[in-house]
Nanobody, 122 residues
Framework: QVQLVESGGGLVQAGGSLRLSCAVS????????IGWFRQAPGKEREFVAA????????YYPDFVKGRFTISRDNAKGTVYLQMNSLKPEDTAVYYC???????????????WGQGTQVTVSS
């Protein structure tokens, strides 16, 4: 079992920044990928970023490249999502997840956190 707890969400003005944290505990494997997803009201959950637990490979969709950065601190068991130049359309509940397989596919992830709300005002 893997437990994930997100924190760091909040209200920010457009153009501002937030850093989300995902505390990971339990039995993790070197093959795990930790991903960030988001879900806005009435929309499907979408992939935001991912990082391999034991390697430095990172993955992003085009709409966040250059604005969001994922990183991890294995000693602290924490994965971060630094979000810069935030836009109102970034407003959503952000989830972190752990799994193996295709990094952008929600079905690859076996464990999910409870989510943290990010609201970007215009």
């Amino acid at each position: 079992q893997v437990q994930l707890v997100e924190s760091g969400g909040g209200l920010v003005q457009a153009g501002g920044s937030l850093r989300l944290s995902c505390a990971v505990s339990g039995r993790t494997f070197s093959s795990y990928i930790i991903g960030w997803f988001r879900q806005a009201p009435g929309k499907e959950r979408e992939f935001v970023a991912a990082i391999r637990w034991s390697y430095d490979d990172t993955y992003y969709p085009d709409f966040v490249k250059g604005r969001f950065t994922i990183s991890r601190d294995n000693a602290k068991g924490t994965v971060y999502l630094q979000m810069n130049s935030l836009k109102p359309e970034d407003t959503a509940v952000y989830y972190c997840a752990a799994g193996r397989g295709t990094y952008s596919y929600t079905g690859s992830y076996d464990y999910w956190g409870q989510g943290t709300q990010v609201t970007v005002s215009s």
